[in-house]
């Protein structure tokens, strides 16, 4: 059974950073492409940043340069560090098997003062 458990979310001042992590089981995670994705109140789900097994990330546009996607394959985890972060940013992040319908089953991210 693949299980992804997103920790790390919380309230954050904009400006201030955060690090999501993803803990993978169920899968041999070193050759798994993995991703983030968020969902903002009354928008659609969308993709954040994915990496492959190989390490070769991408950022949607507009996060480039403030988000970094990364993996630890000796510990199975995922992690997103957000920088810079702006109250649009707020949204429930998703972990996700890239090219998989597995899922996490998200945590919130809040930027307000």
């Known amino acids: 059974q693949v299980q992804l458990v997103e920790s790390g979310g919380g309230l954050v001042q904009p400006g201030g950073s955060l690090r999501l992590s993803c803990a993978a089981s169920?899968?041999?995670?070193?050759?798994?492409?993995m991703g983030w994705y968020r969902q903002a109140p009354g928008k659609q789900r969308e993709l954040v940043a994915d990496?492959?097994?190989?390490?070769?990330?991408n950022y949607a546009d507009s996060l480039k340069g403030r988000f970094t996607i990364s993996r630890d394959n000796a510990k199975s985890t995922l992690y997103l560090q957000m920088n810079s972060l702006k109250p649009e940013d707020t949204a429930v992040y998703y972990c996700?098997?890239?090219?998989?319908?597995?899922w996490g089953p998200g945590t919130q991210v809040t930027v307000s003062s």
């Open positions: 996700k098997v890239m090219g998989r319908p597995y």
């Open positions: 169920g899968v041999i995670f070193s050759i798994t492409p």
């Open positions: 990496i492959t097994s190989g390490g070769s990330t």
